[in-house]
């Protein structure tokens, strides 16, 4: 599975909701739930770093399509093989293809 841009915000979105309402229980709590307010801020913490984090995996190159719905590397024609030593249609084009 590839990364992509749109899975990144989905994961960006609920990490710094979730991060924020956790930061923010820490900030205002008290009576009873003050005992968790570490918990909270090491939850909001890691929640937050977590989503920021996550923005900064690289994303693959682009791929484009041939005809024949296969995948080819970007700026390589469709059916044309880099490698000569590789079986196929190596260094052939459409025009001169038998």
Same mark, same amino acid.
């Given at each position: 599975?590839?990364? +992509? !841009?749109? /899975?990144?915000?989905? *994961?960006? *979105?609920?990490?710094?909701?979730?991060?924020?309402?956790?930061? @923010?229980?820490?900030?205002?709590?008290?009576?009873? /739930?003050? /005992? +968790? !307010? +570490?918990?909270?801020? *090491?939850?909001? @913490?890691?929640?937050?770093?977590?989503?920021?984090?996550?923005?900064?995996?690289?994303?693959?190159?682009?791929?484009?399509?041939? !005809?024949?719905g296969g995948f080819t590397a970007k700026g390589k024609p469709a059916g044309m093989n880099s490698d000569p030593d590789r079986p196929g249609?190596?260094?052939?084009?459409?025009? +001169? !293809?038998?």
């Open positions: 599975m590839s990364l +992509n !841009r749109t /899975a990144k915000g989905i *994961v960006l *979105v609920p990490t710094l909701l979730l991060g924020g309402a956790f930061l @923010a229980a820490a900030a205002w709590s008290d009576g009873p /739930a003050a /005992a +968790n !307010r +570490n918990l909270a801020l *090491v939850l909001g @913490a890691a929640l937050l770093a977590a989503g920021l984090l996550a923005q900064l995996l690289p994303e693959p190159d682009p791929q484009t399509t041939d !005809r024949a249609d190596a260094g052939q084009t459409a025009e +001169n !293809r038998p």
